[in-house]
């Protein structure tokens, strides 16, 4: 099955501590999208990139880093200097860069910060 | 960037049609409406997007209207599945990705 996949679902992580958030897809993608999502609101974007190798900022991406290192892969890490780690993490991607095409999104993964 | 204006919540009775709406009056001629839902805990999903005609899929139906200021998303026959937030978004021009406001909460009551 082609798809995006995010793991893991839940992950909890103690104040302080740098987590790696998992995104794969194996629709041959150009583009993948970071987004993230507080209660009753909808979503933000952190970062984005548009090829291998290449990655923008996204409207909040102060404590957060992402690489690009494969065309399937984009991690994102969420480091100590962001201040509310708690969220729900989605991660998208669209054969092209552009709000016009159509953005496929994986299933996310809900971040707890004790 | 043209921005979108939809209701906070809207519910429907099971069976009948939920037509959302959506203002974009500062829409130009050349960008597209697009609408996605997204279901409790889970990633958004892409519905249908449209320019100035009318556009049906399996999923739903989209009415824009002439002056294209507005649009409607219709379900036909609702469901308790279609119980989920729908962003109505016209997306920036160029590379840009989408840009999520908070939508319109539709609760299918059965």
């Known amino acids: 099955d082609g798809g995006i996949t995010q793991s893991p679902k839940y992950l909890f992580r103690k104040e302080g501590q740098n987590v790696t958030l998992s995104c794969e897809q194996n629709?041959?993608?150009?583009?993948m999208y970071w987004y993230r999502q507080d209660p009753g609101q909808g979503l933000r974007l952190i970062y984005y990139?548009?090829?291998?190798?290449?990655?923008q900022k996204g409207d909040i991406a102060e404590g957060y880093s992402v690489s690009r290192e494969k065309k399937e892969s984009f991690p994102l890490t969420v480091t100590s200097a962001q201040k509310n780690p708690t969220a729900f993490y989605l991660c998208?991607?669209?054969?092209?860069?552009?709000?016009?095409?159509?953005?496929?999104f994986g299933p996310g993964t809900r971040l707890t910060v004790l | 960037d043209a921005k979108t204006t939809q209701p906070p919540s809207m519910d429907c009775a099971e069976g009948r049609a939920a037509n959302l709406p959506c203002n974009h009056s500062?829409?130009?001629?050349?960008?597209?409406v697009y609408w996605y839902r997204q279901i409790h805990s889970q990633g958004p999903q892409y519905i249908i997007h449209?320019?100035?005609n009318n556009e049906t899929n399996e999923m739903a139906s989209l009415i824009i209207t002439e002056d294209r200021k507005s649009s409607t998303l219709i379900l036909p026959h609702a469901t308790l599945r279609d119980t989920a937030v729908y962003y109505c978004?016209?997306?920036?021009?160029?590379?840009?990705?989408?840009?999520f406001g908070k939508g319109t909460r539709l609760s299918v009551i059965a």
């Open positions: 449209g320019l100035k």
């Open positions: 978004i016209v997306p920036p021009p160029g590379n840009t990705p989408l840009v």
């Open positions: 998208a991607s669209s054969i092209l860069a552009g709000g016009w095409n159509e953005q496929f």
């Open positions: 990139s548009q090829i291998v190798n290449d990655f």
């Open positions: 629709l041959n993608h150009d583009a």
């Open positions: 500062t829409i130009s001629g050349n960008e597209y």
